[in-house]
């Protein structure tokens, strides 16, 4: 019920009050660490970091305006993979705040960037890839992108994102 509670907290806001964000931007999602997002260790358990990772990716989109026309073309936004640094534990109670930002995209994938800070630091980074799907068709990440209003060209896609996109093939041989 926590995560529910948080994105109806999250939608509301972001309705009422934070500022819209161009494509491009990077969205700051303010958090904290509540007693139901702890391990037995006393700190936030490994799965609310992916949780507050999908906060932030809700937020981006919403701010963006990509949720409102995913929506309205009944579309789905899909993760197909996401690599997860764990820097530092998140304490109870601790504020932390999670950026998000659209590295990149090629012909088939968007690149996205996650970093969860709080006082002390960096406590996670990710990198994201994923898609946009209409029923079984992936949609161009520019097609889409065209669609939301976007009529620039896609940033350079930074190297980490190049080098890990290229070894995933190799990740999946048997």
């Known amino acids: ?3 529910w509670l948080r994105l109806a907290v999250l939608l509301l ?10 494509l491009l931007d990077t969205a700051r999602l303010p958090l904290r660490v509540l007693p139901t997002d702890l391990d037995l260790l006393g700190h936030m358990t490994n799965s609310r970091f992916f949780s507050a990772l ?9 701010r963006s305006g990509l949720l409102g026309l995913v929506v309205r073309e009944r579309w789905s936004p899909v993760v197909a993979g996401c690599d997860v640094r764990f820097r530092r ?4 109670f601790e504020r932390f705040w999670v950026e ?3 590295a990149g995209w090629d012909a088939r994938w ?12 960096v ?7 994923g898609s946009i799907v209409a029923g079984r068709e992936t949609l161009a990440p520019h097609e889409v992108l ?6 620039g060209r896609a940033p350079d896609l930074p190297q980490r994102f190049a080098r890990w996109r290229d070894a995933e093939p190799a990740f999946h041989e048997t």
């Open 89 to 92: 534990a998140l304490r109870p």
């Open 123 to 129: 406590a996670a980074s990710a990198m994201l890839r």
């Open 1 to 3: 019920m926590n995560l």
């Open 13 to 22: 806001a972001d309705m009422l009050w934070r500022p819209r964000l161009k």
């Open 100 to 102: 998000t930002r659209i």
């Open 110 to 121: 968007l690149y996205l960037e996650q970093t969860i800070h709080c006082r002390r630091g």
């Open 54 to 62: 999908d906060l932030g990716r809700l937020d981006l989109l919403f």
């Open 146 to 151: 065209a669609r939301a209003g976007f009529a």
